[in-house]
T-cell receptor, first 112, second 114 residues
């Protein structure tokens, strides 16, 4: 069975600082992994996805994530945080079939 | 990018009434759509998988007679909450699968049952 664990329910950074949101996965098959962002009272927007091609995946808004099989991790990073990055971030793995299993989410706060 | 819409964006209803939520893929066809439920400050929980032209597949613990799903066309899936009760109040989000099997999410529907 597939699952994802997001370490840290809340991450706070200063504007311009590095953003690191952690996600570890468990999967019995090669995983398809995703990061989504959710702004208040809105749906989810796809940031990036890993589908067994390049291990370093670049997404929108300057985010990227690296798939590390040895560490079963898929951490999301951004070199320099903007105030507009403040949101809820979800890591997800595709379960058998095509539905997604989501982590509990990480709230990113950005201070000026 | 692919766009998925939901209607209504929010709804308030009385206990015992039924509410229908529509999910549309605006610029692509989706043979598969998903319905999720999200409680405040929590993650999304998959309720059911909606397949065009066939019965929906419900996750364990989701009452199929209470949450009726119809996927009548390649661009529309509906979720009807029947005989709604206050505990059904939640944020309902749909998603649609494109040909590359990427899920695109709707903006969500907030339901409040009084």
């Amino acid at each position: 069975a597939q699952s994802v664990t997001q370490l840290g329910s809340h991450v706070s950074v200063s504007e311009g600082a590095l953003v690191l949101l952690r996600c570890n996965y468990s999967s019995s098959v090669p995983p398809y992994l995703f990061w989504y962002v959710q702004y208040p009272n809105q749906g989810l927007q796809l940031l990036l996805k890993y589908t067994s091609a390049a291990t370093l995946v670049k997404g929108i808004n300057g985010f990227e994530a690296e798939f590390k099989k040895s560490e079963t991790s898929f951490h999301l990073t951004k070199p320099s945080a903007h105030m507009s990055d403040a949101a809820e971030y979800f890591c997800a793995v595709r379960k058998a079939g095509t539905a997604l299993i989501f982590g509990k989410g990480t709230t990113l706060s950005v201070s000026s | 990018g692919a766009v998925v819409s939901q209607h209504p964006s929010w709804v308030i209803c009385k206990s015992g009434t039924s509410v229908k939520i529509e999910c549309r893929s605006l610029d692509f066809q989706a043979t598969t759509m998903f319905w999720y439920r999200q409680f405040p400050k929590q993650s999304l929980m998959l309720m059911a998988t909606s397949n065009e032209g066939s019965k929906a597949t419900y996750e364990q613990g989701v009452e199929k007679d209470k949450f009726l799903i119809n996927h009548a066309s390649l661009t529309l899936s509906t979720l009807t909450v029947t005989s709604a009760h206050p505990e059904d109040s939640s944020f309902y989000i749909c998603s649609a699968l494109d040909r590359q099997e990427t899920q695109y999410f709707g903006p969500g529907t907030r339901l409040l049952v009084l």
